[in-house]
């Protein structure tokens, strides 16, 4: 593939002669230029003379060079790999695709001849250029690379001192001395990564001859190989140092947490380790206390079932229940609830494990079982210093339930979790833990159900195919829905290929009635579930999915995700 040999084109006289611009903008851009330093381009864009995008269709018209919009451009990992993240950001570039038998690259500018010529020396294939915009490219660069060649040699550097080292790996990583240590700036560097991607938890896994590093973001997990397996120890050691862990057991899983700043904000970080074959693995739990508690408006609840959710929690003494798997974002759902409670009248006792965020005003204590501490022994304790508000954070056992009930029953406002599918089995989950059907009764008002599904990507989001076997899912689900269209995600570098950016919950709340209330009395599970089915304001989390899609903030294939899950 030969670069067609051009006669050099000024870019002031392209324009004019395509009419974008007059003698007089392209004597004020020249002024702008000279005064500023910018190249011609930007000044006339800065000024307001042209749009970039009819600045790039012009060049692109001219030169015979296609203009992208990588907004909408499909980007594979593997041909960008190929361009190496230094010589990437030097010139500006990324690779885009395979043509034929070279390459097509994005380029900031692709009139630079000595660029072009430099990438077919790195990348020994004949260059196509494409027009891109500068700071969609800059943007991607930073998204697709995610410093992954900078950890590669910060562990490239510490694996050489660890192998011309005579002292031992935990040794090392306790010299403190600088915090320009490799391993320091490996750990640096995994933090602003994970803060970048709003990672929630950073997996170290050491292998047999590699370090396994992945990122939850928005529920799955995005990984990264390591070739240094060695550096593996000197990780775990340093972390331990920052959790306060012993670093000489290595036989036994230890838990710690500490706080960092990455990138001005405050990260509080929950560590476990874990002895596995060929070393320890770590997890980290990212919490970001900058970002705040959420409110209730900011949780994303309908606004029927916040506005009865809300009027449940200030009532007098009840127990309420929030319900779902595990990270199906139940502690942020309390957390909203307390902000909204937590007033200089209300005294509010938390029992935690751990606690998650420090609220002022609120007592919260942590359960500290190797020192028998417990969920049951803190709220025995915390009903005897007068609250009002009582949050336990989890019914793990007949005996907390039970005092939690009670506390419901006698006069406190007592709200905790419990891990069920949905919000009708959280009754016969009591029972089945030995409570008494009776005390069920008396205390339950009413249990929140939830889950996150994931939000469809904003850039790269289409229309969706509706294939048959969806048409009859949607049909049994709710009739008409399958008449409506939907949308998918097609997968860009603003999502990680994934067609989903973020997160969002969907709820169903279920309010105890008179019905409920008298099948509990009779131990009547299914009449309990038959009559929740037909609470007139009740909406089951299978429905809630299908209005996100139907609103296109999400995908069929994520209320599908959500509606086998509440069918096992």
Known sequence: MELQTRKKVRLGDLLMEKGLISEDQLMQALAEQKKTGKKIGQAIIDLGFVQEDQLLQALSDHFNYPFIDLARFKLRQELIQRLPETQ?????????????????????DPMDLMTIDDLQRVLK????????????LLSILDSVYRRQEEMANIAGELEGELQSSDFDISEMALSSDTSEAPVVRLLQSLFEDAVQVKASDIHIEPEETQLRIRLRVDGELQEQVVKERRVASALVS?????????????RLPQDGRFNIRVSQRSIDVRLSTMPVQFGESVVMRLLDQSAGILDMEALGMPEKIQQRFDYLIHRPHGLILVTGPTGSGKTTTLYAALTSLNTPEKKIITAEDPIEYRLPRVNQVQVNSKVGLEFSTVLRAALRQDPDIVLVGEMRDHETAEIGLRAAMTGHMVLSTLHTNDAASAAARLMDMGIDHYLVASSLRAVMAQRLIKRLCPHCQQPHTIEEQEKAWLKALDVGSENHSYLEGRGCHHCHNTGYQGRIGIYELLEVT??????????????????????????????SALDYAREGITSLDEVFRVSATLEE
Not at 125 to 136: D, G, N
């Open 88 to 108: 990437a950001r030097r010139f500006r570039c990324i690779v885009l695709a395979e043509e034929g038998a070279g390459l097509l690259i994005g380029m900031a």
């Open 125 to 136: 294939k004949p260059v196509m250029p494409a027009f891109v915009r500068e700071q969609e």
């Open 238 to 250: 340093r972390l331990k140092i920052m959790s306060g862990l012993d670093i000489s057991e290595k």
């Open 514 to 543: 008179p019905d409920m209330l008298s099948c509990l009395r009779q131990k009547d599970n299914e009449g309990f579930a038959r009559a929740s089915a037909q609470s007139p304001n009740f909406r089951p989390l299978a429905v």
